[in-house]
């Protein structure tokens, strides 16, 4: 059983003055396979204090400077990749090659963050004016269990670039995942303070960091409903927010599409990270006139999908994170029964031969319409609606009625066509045919889907702030 009884604090590894303890699992198996000593009020005001007293040096250094930080943290958690994947497998249960991807992304976040900072100009010349582009302060790095290596080392490698100094609070759920993380960014070397991790509760710590006057800036990614008690918190001394929320994604399968291709594209979308994905496209629409066909290939689909053991290469859907989200997703597939969507495939319990873990039947409701709950609410689980649409204004009008705004695909036979229904969609990404990405673009929703953009300079310039110098420049 692994042990956690340190948080990282002004570049050591120091027991906690927090006394909690929190049991770990493994999500495939149910069991308990660690135990961690989660910090506290004090814990995180003494991170505070590290990264304050840091933060003045970070913010004078010079882009060179940063870079070389960035390359480093790169270099370190490459050297740890083998261990971040194997984490990732036990404590989330990502299937192998999720986990594999994820622990990569994590390290290429830094060399991403190097790119843009290299890119971007700090100094700018507007009129008679002077800009200086300028680091905000130390910033509340908040982080949520459904990618934890990604998420602590894109946030960290954004605020580095920018010059901030960091307190993270990652998910008590990842807490051997952060571990290995944080041993791999200890490794790099970077002055004490700049970055401190402190394993704690939400309503504990990341309050804390909410409300505490000497954190200039809150990125966090997570639930919409916490996303709006940060905000509340943090008005009071006018922080600076980040937000990356929840989101019930469309994929629209436009009736001149290839369905034998768009189907299993769309069933792929909804089902990405095990459905434990604030971008998954949960709502599949469909041309009315074609039912019959998409019920027939998304049955072919999910039957093609496996669910099981992460560690097995040809698994694609891992267990829930925990009993508790096991538990919401059970509720949800039972709500969409009782409200008189159709069970095309799937449904409640566990699958045939793995009642050990927190596993859910890939499930596929039809006959669903978009004032259902299944429809409208993020359920964080391996469960798709397939809603029908007559032509495509009802189409565009049912992707756009719902509160979300994260992520969006159009699927056509016609690119130009696809164009143009996505850019009628309000949402902050929209993929066309594929499951595409740039780390380089800004990511972010509409809507209540969040607040700010991360990713390359639109993220990088949500750390900065703008300063304007006037007398300072020569006349040409």
């Not at 958690?77 to 992304?105: F, H, N």
């Not at 093609?304 to 597939?333: C, F, H, K, L, N």
Request: some cysteine; charged content about 20%; proline content about 5%.
């Amino acid at each position: 059983m692994r042990i956690i009884d340190t948080v990282y604090i002004d570049g050591a590894f120091v027991a906690p003055h927090g006394k909690e303890l929190f049991d770990l699992f493994n999500p495939a198996t149910g069991t308990v396979i660690g135990r961690v000593r989660l910090g506290d009020v004090e814990d995180t005001q003494r991170a505070i204090a590290a990264a304050r007293r840091a933060f003045p040096a970070m913010s004078r250094t010079s882009k060179a400077e940063r870079i070389a930080m960035l390359k480093r943290l790169h270099e370190a958690v490459m050297a740890r990749l083998d261990a971040i994947t194997q984490a990732t497998i036990e404590e989330y249960g990502a299937p192998v090659a999720r986990a594999s991807w994820g622990a990569k992304y994590a390290a290429q976040s830094f060399l991403d963050a190097a790119s843009t900072l290299k890119d971007i100009s700090l100094l700018r010349r507007i009129g008679a004016a002077e800009v200086v582009m300028e680091p905000v302060g130390v910033v509340g790095l908040i982080t949520p269990w459904n990618a934890n290596a990604g998420f602590i080392c894109n946030k960290l490698a954004t605020a580095i670039a920018a010059g901030c100094t960091a307190v993270i609070k990652p998910s008590e759920m990842s807490a051997i995942q952060t571990q290995v993380v944080c041993e791999a960014l200890h490794a790099a070397g970077l002055p004490p303070g700049v970055f401190n991790i402190v394993n704690g509760r939400g309503d504990i710590v990341g309050a804390e960091l909410s409300a505490h006057p000497d954190i200039a800036k809150i990125s966090f990614t997570g639930s919409t409903a916490v996303g709006k008690a940060i905000m509340r918190a943090g008005a009071e001394t006018m922080k600076r927010v980040t937000l990356e929320l929840g989101g019930k994604s469309p994929t629209l399968v436009l009736e001149d599409a290839d369905l034998a291709i768009a189907v299993p594209l769309a069933i792929a979308a909804g089902f990405v990270n095990s459905g434990q994905a604030c971008l998954a496209g949960t709502r599949i629409l469909v041309p009315q006139t074609r039912l019959q066909e998409v019920e027939a290939l998304a049955r072919k689909a999910v039957d093609a999908t496996r669910a099981g053991d992460p560690r097995d290469p040809a698994t694609a859907i891992g267990p829930m994170v925990s009993q508790r989200q096991w538990e919401r997703v059970q509720r949800y597939i039972r709500i969409g029964l009782e409200e008189g969507a159709r069970l095309l495939i799937g449904g409640e319990g566990k699958p045939e031969g793995l009642e050990a873990g927190y596993f859910v039947k890939p499930t596929v409701f039809s006959g669903v319409h978009n004032g259902m709950t299944i429809a409208r609410e993020e359920i964080f689980g391996p469960v798709l609606s397939i809603i029908t649409y007559r032509d495509e204004e009802e189409a565009v009008a049912i992707a756009n009625d719902t509160v979300y705004g994260l992520q969006a695909c159009v699927i056509s036979a016609d690119v130009a066509r696809a164009r143009a229904v996505a850019s009628r969609l309000n949402a902050g990404r929209v993929l066309i045919n594929g499951l595409h990405h740039e780390p380089l673009a800004p990511f972010g929703g509409f809507k209540q889907s969040g607040i700010g953009r991360e990713h390359g300079a639109f993220g990088l310039e949500g750390y900065l702030e703008p300063k304007t110098v006037l007398g300072a420049l020569v006349a040409a």
